[in-house]
């Protein structure tokens, strides 16, 4: 089943119309993942990312219309808890209440139930929990198994919200915002972290509007307008201060260094 899984295309949609309540937010899309891809979605605040994310999780679906595809590994539908087991997802929010009473452990072993916490009903077995230690082991953060989330900084609930994404092996990991509230440092270890998943084989679909966050191993980005794809190329082609500036309406300079690209 994993091999099949990994044979197919993560994600492939053509004419994908989505409304959210009266609105189309996003107008006719066609896009094309492969597996183990490296992907940056960049675009301004209000474009239509976030209802991007729900559609290509499950949570929001296309208007129906006979041109439509949108497959994601060769399915039309899926059952939200199954594409988790493939697709591990991290938000741009800082755990809520109840994830920061955990230990860094139990917040990881509890993304194998999709909850965010280990409720008396759900059983975390001894294999859970080793598999949930490698993963911050993978992630060097074993330091942070026993200290309870709500005691962490921004930094490190953020690299434990992504082993919780990790825990059951995923082929592909979507970020929404990644660096959201992280101090410098805080950036500065969680691309490096990202550095290490992807060149471990893990696909990466980052969704951001922070252009130091598309780490140098991301070569293709898709930039997003009005709910729209704008262009879809290659890194080098598409982050200049031409494109960047229609996408974001204001006018920049764009600076390349030790392969992170900067704006001024």
């Known amino acids: 089943m994993l091999e099949e899984m ?22 006719d899309l066609a896009l094309h993942v492969e597996s183990g891809e490296h992907i940056a979605i960049l675009g301004p605040n209000g474009c239509g990312k976030s209802t991007l994310i729900k559609t290509i999780t499950c949570e929001c679906y296309p208007l129906v219309r006979e041109q439509t595809v949108k497959l994601i590994y060769g399915r039309e539908r899926w059952d939200v808890n199954a594409l988790r087991k493939h697709l591990g997802v991290v938000n741009a929010d800082l755990p809520g209440r109840q994830t920061r009473k955990c230990t860094g452990l139990e917040a990881v072993t509890s993304g194998y139930f999709s909850s965010s916490a280990i409720w008396p009903n759900l059983h975390a077995t ?21 200290k309870l989330v709500g005691e962490m900084s921004a930094g490190e609930q953020r690299r434990v919200m992504i082993g919780r994404a990790l825990v059951h092996g995923p082929e592909m990991l979507l970020l929404d915002e ?31 509007h922070h252009l130091p966050d598309i780490i140098p191993e991301i070569e293709r980005v898709v930039m997003l ?31 390349l260094r030790d392969g992170y690209y900067h704006v001024a």
């Open 126 to 146: 001894p294999e859970m929990k080793k598999r949930a230690g490698e993963v911050l082991e993978q992630l060097e953060a074993t330091q942070l198994a026993e």
């Open 178 to 208: 990644p660096s959201n509230a992280l101090d410098l440092f805080a950036q500065h270890e969680l691309r490096e972290t990202l550095r290490r998943l992807a060149c471990s084989g893990i696909g990466i679909i980052m969704v951001t």
């Open 6 to 27: 990994r044979s197919e295309a993560f994600l492939h949609f053509e004419h994908v119309q989505v409304a959210r309540g009266d609105n189309i937010v996003l107008h």
């Open 225 to 255: 307008r009005e709910g729209a794809i704008f262009a879809d190329g290659a890194k080098a082609d598409l982050l200049t201060a031409s494109r960047l500036g229609t996408l974001f309406g204001v006018d920049v300079q764009v600076h």
